[in-house]
C-alpha cells in the first residue's frame, strides 16, 4: 500500500505595529520613558502596551486613541 505523505500546515502570524504606536516607540526611547511610564501616561495596562509595542493588539478605544495622538502631539 502506497501511504499518503502527510500535509502540514505553517501558520505565519504577521504582526503590524500601528503607525502611532511607533511614533509613541521614538518619543519614549529619545525622552528614556520605560514602557511602564509609557502605560501610566497613556492609560492603559502594562500588558496593554506591551501589546500595542508587539503588534499583538491595537488600540481601538477611541479614548486612547485620542490619549496617543495628544501626546504625540504634544512631544514631537
Keep these: 500500500m502506497e ?3 502527510k500535509k502540514t500546515r505553517v501558520r505565519v502570524r504577521v504582526r503590524v505595529i500601528d503607525d502611532r ?3 509613541v516607540i521614538e518619543i519614549a ?3 528614556k520613558i520605560s514602557p ?3 502605560a501610566n501616561l497613556l492609560g492603559v495596562s502594562y500588558n496593554a502596551y506591551n501589546n500595542y509595542v508587539k503588534g499583538i493588539s491595537k ?3 477611541p479614548a ?3 490619549k496617543i495622538n495628544r501626546f504625540i502631539n ?3
Design 29 to 31: 526611547k529619545k525622552q
Design 21 to 23: 504606536i511607533k511614533i
Design 3 to 5: 501511504e499518503k505523505a
Design 74 to 76: 504634544i512631544n514631537k
Design 59 to 61: 488600540p481601538i478605544n
Design 36 to 38: 511602564t511610564q509609557m
Design 64 to 66: 486612547i486613541i485620542e
